[in-house]
């Protein structure tokens, strides 16, 4: 039985066309929502322990950072194989071979504790399945939701990679037990951590599994219901169009800072080795692009714009970026720079990471019929690119010269500007209305 919740069905209007919705869709949410927390627990697990974890390992914090790096580096070319599966064998299985990928091998990081190469291993075939699931919200929004409802259904699963990003940042440090006077922490936390995280990471593949339905028994709006083209008939017409092309190069500039940033704050902010300082910070930052994500998507929905929230979110890292780094230079004071931090963390997330969900859903828009998780790949592949450019660079640079890291922020900052140019010169959705 396809949808056993049939029985009290929701109506959405398009172009005089009936479109029905059911209750069920939220159920997939959910469970997508999961999935999709869990994969970034397992993207960023190190992020907010890097030193300790470079203790343990007995390898350099270089290293550690790799192991955040490897998901931006194998996501570029297993992108379009993600798109080609999903668009071949649907919602369900396409992103379900991600699924799998992740939660096995999440699960078997820690079976050989303390070895690096065998937890490297894992982290590049986890990294491999990542991109079949980052790659599939907007077709799950399309699929299973209305008009009305994509972009927050789009929000809420980037809300949900959001928390599970604060939820590592906040929760890998106590479970690891991270502090100033105890950086090589023990076998046994280590191992519990990890477990931890790659055993929820197990438990959502088992649900996906169970309770993933492949598409509703009625199309749920009018760009489910109109033909699509293939993936790779596809992919040659997105650049045709000239706000496709803009947006591609804005995300490449907010997803990918963002990439870098989060995964490097231990580097960044230079805060004594134990200090959960950063941790905490990115910790508000992702708290802000929570609330984001669901106000900024709502209005967006509710009032059919996208051009504006992306406008601000431009504006937001162009702002906030060097005052987050910079807040050292203005006070003296290191519980003033902290309290500032945590303040323009908050903002800077409101603005830059709530723009997700707008322009995932926008990109999917203006491309249609080509399928949602071509362009949303696309989206995503650009923001993993700049990611891997940027903290790469700063890698480099605290391996052979640390002075010189304040230049990756004046290059973050410089991107921003462009992206508010390249944010003006977009047409809004009205004007490709079906």
Not at 46 to 56: K, L, N, Q, R, V
Not at 142 to 158: M, V
Not at 218 to 227: C, F, H, I, W
Not at 287 to 306: C, H, N
Request: with cysteine; net charge neutral.
């Amino acid at each position: 039985m396809e949808n056993n919740s049939t029985e009290n069905i929701e109506v959405d209007r398009l172009d005089k066309t009936e479109y029905k919705t059911y209750p069920y869709r939220w159920v997939v949410l959910g469970i997508f929502m999961f999935v999709g927390a869990m994969s970034q627990v397992i993207w960023i697990t190190f992020a907010g322990i890097t030193d300790e974890s470079a203790g343990f390992y007995g390898v350099s914090n270089g290293l550690i950072l790799l192991l955040s790096l490897m998901f931006m580096l194998a996501y570029i070319p297993f992108n379009f194989l993600a798109c080609w599966a999903i668009d071949r064998f649907g919602l369900k299985w396409g992103t379900g071979i991600g699924v799998i990928i992740m939660g096995v091998f999440g699960f078997l990081r820690p079976v050989i504790p303390g070895n690096y190469g065998w937890l490297l291993f894992c982290t590049i075939m986890t990294a491999i399945g990542q991109p079949f699931i980052l790659n599939s919200f907007t077709k799950l929004a399309a699929t299973w939701f209305p008009e009305k409802e994509k972009t927050l259904a789009t929000g809420l699963g980037t809300m949900a990679m959001l928390l599970g990003v604060i939820i590592t940042f906040l929760t890998a440090p106590m479970l690891l037990g991270a502090d100033p006077n105890n950086p090589d922490p023990s076998t046994y936390r280590m191992n519990l951590t990890l477990y931890i995280f790659g055993g929820l990471m197990l438990l959502s593949m088992v649900l996906y599994l169970i309770f993933v339905k492949n598409k509703p028994p009625t199309p749920a709006n009018a760009y489910s219901d109109k033909s699509k083209v293939l993936a790779t008939q596809g992919t040659f017409s997105l650049f045709k169009n000239r706000d496709f092309t803009l947006l591609f190069l804005i995300l490449f500039i907010g997803l990918g800072v963002f990439n870098a940033i989060s995964s490097a704050l231990d580097l960044i902010f230079e805060y004594p080795q134990g200090v959960d300082t950063p941790s905490y910070i990115a910790g508000v930052m992702i708290v802000g692009g929570i609330i984001g994500a669901i106000v900024f998507s709502t209005l967006s929905d509710k009032y059919q714009k996208r051009k504006i929230f992306i406008i601000l979110a431009m504006f937001g890292g162009a702002i906030f970026t060097p005052l987050l780094i910079f807040a050292d230079l203005m006070f003296t004071q290191q519980i003033a720079i902290d309290v500032f931090r945590y303040i323009v963390s908050f903002f800077y997330g409101l603005l830059l990471v709530s723009a997700l969900p707008v322009g995932l859903t926008f990109a999917a828009e203006i491309t249609h019929p080509v399928p949602e998780e071509t362009s949303n790949g696309f989206m995503m592949w650009i923001g993993q690119v700049c990611g891997v450019i940027l903290l790469g660079g700063m890698i480099l640079t605290d391996k052979f010269n640390p002075g010189l890291m304040n230049i990756s922020i004046y290059i973050m900052t410089g991107l921003f500007v462009i992206g508010i140019v390249l944010s003006f010169l977009m047409k809004d959705l009205d004007a490709y209305k079906l």
